[in-house]
């Protein structure tokens, strides 16, 4: 199964046992692996995959030695309203091992069946919004955002009632921790303030290890200060990418900052600052624009449930980091897109600006800055192309160019160095689409051909091409259904 150096552990099981429920996963049946991730396999010290042996695993009809599957506990707010009966209703963490580089990974089956914790749920998971987190959680890894991972995908024969009947499928995700910012509003609401102390001190022992060696009082008005600002960073990353997550409740904020929970997300096409990816979210109350303040909002969800831990001060002055974090890494991350090396007090102005003007004339968010990431090589074209409006371009470019030459830096160095930062290729819709379409037609090179070019999103694959073009028609605005 794997090579000696790996570890396997089960710490959460460690907590109080109302933090979970043991829960066997229910068989499916005609199991087929559909992806496995190699690459992420061996990182985690599993060298000698035996995909049948892990098919067996995804569809719930086998379990490793040392598997222990359990579904967590937890609460969160949703769409701001409070919602007490949460938990892991479909999805079992299965046990948590540590690879050769000492990371730890939370093995996570997701559609593994019903749970105490699924209300009218069925515990199951479809193969289009499978393949759907497996995508997009492996594309912001190469983007070099914080995520969790996918270790592999099984279909199953299974039907599963959603609009109409689907393929049943699970998903292996892996991360540091499935630890969320709701778990910790259980412990305060449901089980008190030793329940929060036993949590905060398990997450920062096994996630903040560097925090361990201050006192106490210290220790946790620290940690909150840092995750509160990996928080704001992330979502910072998030803004600057076009990614728009689609459900920000808190039962889906990660209490380590990875981008968790794929469910109606969408990359921009077309900028429009107001974007609403889930349809369900008719008040666009996580609309693109309002994402920096929602991961605010979360915070203030996490603090209140702290309050037992922390004296009112020190979270008042943790929540106080994130505007920080978040305009500190946005506007870095920003400048790094337009090749701003040398910062200016105006830079803010043309960044704020720069995305009103994609507002105003629904450019395409990505190939613009690629576009720009390669001007004085190639000319303007590829940005004024994207301008129906070509005057708009003309105007906004001879700004920027004016900005350019208050640069240092030589022409091609700063090429280079934007091409490292504007990907090239993005998961959009349409192209998940695609996958899924064939995918459920039994024809999964699509998926696989995907998930190859979305490994390098920064790099000029001339074979890949069609990849990086603006969507097709049928491709834009597409409905997507946010069932699950
Ligand atoms: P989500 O909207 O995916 O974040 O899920 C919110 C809650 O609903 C979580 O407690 C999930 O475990 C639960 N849930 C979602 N889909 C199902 C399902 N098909 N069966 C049971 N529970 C589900
Ligand atoms: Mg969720």
């Keep these: 199964m794997s090579d000696h150096t790996i570890r396997i552990e089960h710490q959460y099981l460690d907590l109080p046992s109302f933090f979970y429920s043991r829960v066997q996963p229910s068989p499916l049946n005609g199991a087929k692996m559909v992806c496995f991730n190699d690459e992420l396999a061996a990182d985690m010290g599993f060298h000698s995959a035996n995909k049948d042996q892990w098919t067996a695993v995804g569809a719930g009809q086998k379990l490793l030695d040392g598997m222990d599957p359990v579904a967590m506990k937890y609460t969160g707010h949703q769409f701001g309203v409070y919602n007490p009966e949460l938990g892991d209703g479909r999805g079992l963490l299965m046990w948590e091992t540590i690879g050769p580089d000492q990371r730890r990974w939370d093995w996570h089956l997701k559609g593994a069946g019903q749970t105490p914790y699924s209300r009218f749920g069925d515990g199951r998971a479809v193969l289009r919004s499978s393949i759907r987190e497996y995508l997009c959680s492996e594309a912001m890894h190469h983007l070099g955002i914080p995520t969790t991972r996918a270790l592999f995908l099984v279909s199953a024969r299974d039907p599963v009632r959603r609009e109409s009947f689907e393929t049943a499928a699970t998903l292996m995700r892996v991360a540091q921790s499935h630890i969320r910012f709701g778990h910790f509003e259980y412990a305060a609401y449901h089980q008190g303030k030793d329940a929060v102390k036993t949590l905060a001190d398990h997450t920062i022992r096994l996630y903040f290890p560097d925090l361990m060696s201050l006192p106490e009082d210290e220790r946790y008005r620290q940690w909150l ?260």
Excluded at 296 to 304: E, G
Excluded at 470 to 475: D, K, R, S, V
């Design 225 to 484: 200060a840092a995750v509160v600002e990996r928080t704001a960073r992330l979502i910072a990353d998030w803004q600057a990418v076009g990614f728009c997550h689609g459900v920000m409740n808190s039962d889906n904020m990660s209490i380590i900052g990875d981008t968790f929970d794929y469910g109606p997300y969408a990359f921009l096409d077309d900028f429009d600052a107001g974007y609403i990816c889930n349809h369900t979210d008719q008040g666009g109350r996580y609309a693109y624009n309002r994402q920096p303040q929602t991961g605010f909002v979360n915070c203030q969800y996490l603090a209140s449930s702290l309050t037992s831990l922390i004296p009112e001060d020190d979270i008042r002055s943790a929540l106080r980091r994130y505007e920080q974090a978040y305009n500190g890494r946005f506007l870095q991350t920003m400048r790094d897109k337009l090749g701003l090396t040398d910062p200016l007090e105006d830079d803010l102005s043309l960044i704020m600006d720069t995305f009103s003007m994609l507002h105003q004339h629904n450019v395409d968010y990505t190939l613009f800055f690629r576009g720009l990431s390669t001007l004085s090589s190639r000319g303007p074209s590829t940005v004024r192309d994207l301008f129906i409006n070509r005057s708009a371009a003309d105007d906004w470019l001879q700004r920027y160019r004016q900005r350019l030459s208050q640069e240092t830096v030589d022409d091609e160095r700063r090429e280079r160095a934007m091409c490292a930062v504007n990907p090239k290729y993005i998961l959009r819709n349409y192209l998940a689409q695609q996958a899924i379409q064939d995918a459920q037609t039994g024809q999964y090179d699509t998926l696989h051909e995907l998930l190859d070019v979305l490994k390098r999103p920064y790099d000029d694959q001339p074979q890949y091409e069609i990849y990086a073009k603006l969507p097709p028609n049928w491709g834009k605005h597409l409905n997507i259904s946010c069932s699950s």
